[in-house]
C-alpha cells in the first residue's frame, strides 16, 4: 500500500492567513493526488483533484501543486468557515489510501 | 444534482455480518467513467477505502478486508450494498458511500459522498 504522510497534523492560524499543508506518498504517484476538507459530523468534501484542478464551486483562495511523491494545499486568506480537517488522498494504485489529516485551528 | 443516502442497521452484533446500502438520486447508476465505493472512518480516526463496484458488476476491495467484503450493485433500484463479515469492535465506523470518477491515464476522485452513517459492534 502507498503510504501518505500530512504534515502538520494540527496547524493555528488566525483569519486571513497564508497557510500550506503537505502531504508525502510513500513512492511516486505522479499527479494522482485529491485533497478533501471535512467539516464535524460532515462527509469529505472534495476541494481539489489530480493535484492541481481545482472542483467546480470550491473557492479560489484554495490552489494544490505538487507532482511525485511531494504535494501542497494552499489557502492564500483563511476564512473562519476553513478551520476544519483536510485530508489528502491517492488514487495512484488501489488501495486508495488517505493521510491521516490536518486540522486547523483558530489561533 | 447527484445524492448519495445510505441506509442499515446502526448496530451489529459481533461476529455477525454489517449490511449497508447506499441509494443514488439525480442522476444514473449506469452512467460511463463512474465507480461506486464505501469508504470508513473510525470514530476520531481518519479514512480507510473498502472497495468498489462497477454498475456491470466489477468489484476491487482492499485487501485488509477482502476476506470479509461484498459489494454489489442492483442497477434496477439505483442502488448498491456493502456487506461486512465477521465484524467486531474495529469495525464500529461512520461507513460513507461515494461516487468515484475515473477515466484511463487520469486520476480518479470520490465526489459527491453520502452523509454517511454510524454503525457500532456491539452485544
Known amino acids: 500500500d502507498i503510504q501518505m504522510t500530512q504534515s502538520p497534523s494540527s496547524l493555528s492560524a488566525s483569519v486571513g492567513d497564508r497557510v500550506i499543508i503537505t502531504c508525502r506518498a510513500s513512492q511516486s504517484i505522479s499527479n494522482y493526488l485529491n485533497w478533501n476538507q471535512q467539516k464535524p459530523g460532515k462527509a469529505p468534501k472534495l476541494l481539489i483533484y489530480a493535484a492541481s484542478n481545482l472542483q467546480s464551486g470550491v473557492p479560489s483562495r484554495f490552489s494544490g501543486s505538487g507532482s511525485g511523491t511531494d504535494f501542497t494545499l494552499t489557502i492564500s486568506s483563511l476564512q473562519p468557515e476553513d478551520f476544519t480537517t483536510y485530508y489528502c488522498?491517492?488514487?495512484?494504485?488501489?488501495?486508495?489510501?488517505f493521510g491521516q489529516g490536518t486540522k486547523l485551528e483558530i489561533k | 444534482q447527484l445524492q448519495l443516502q445510505e441506509s442499515g442497521p446502526g448496530l451489529v452484533k459481533p461476529s455477525e455480518t454489517l449490511s449497508l446500502t447506499c441509494t443514488v438520486s439525480?442522476?444514473?447508476?449506469?452512467?460511463?467513467?463512474?465507480?461506486w465505493g464505501w469508504i470508513r472512518q473510525p470514530p476520531g480516526r481518519g479514512l480507510e477505502w473498502i472497495g468498489r463496484i462497477y454498475s456491470t458488476g466489477g468489484t476491487s476491495y482492499n485487501p485488509s478486508l477482502k476476506s470479509r467484503v461484498t459489494i454489489s450493485v442492483d442497477t434496477s433500484k439505483s442502488q448498491f450494498s456493502l456487506k461486512l463479515s465477521s465484524v467486531t469492535a474495529a469495525d464500529t465506523a461512520v461507513y460513507y458511500c461515494?461516487?468515484?470518477?475515473?477515466?484511463?491515464?487520469?486520476?480518479?476522485?470520490?465526489?459527491?459522498w453520502g452523509q454517511g452513517t454510524l454503525v457500532t459492534v456491539s452485544s
Open positions: 461515494a461516487r468515484q470518477y475515473y477515466h484511463d491515464n487520469y486520476p480518479s476522485y470520490f465526489d459527491p
Open positions: 439525480g442522476g444514473s447508476i449506469s452512467t460511463n467513467n463512474y465507480y
Open positions: 488522498q491517492q488514487s495512484f494504485s488501489a488501495p486508495y489510501t
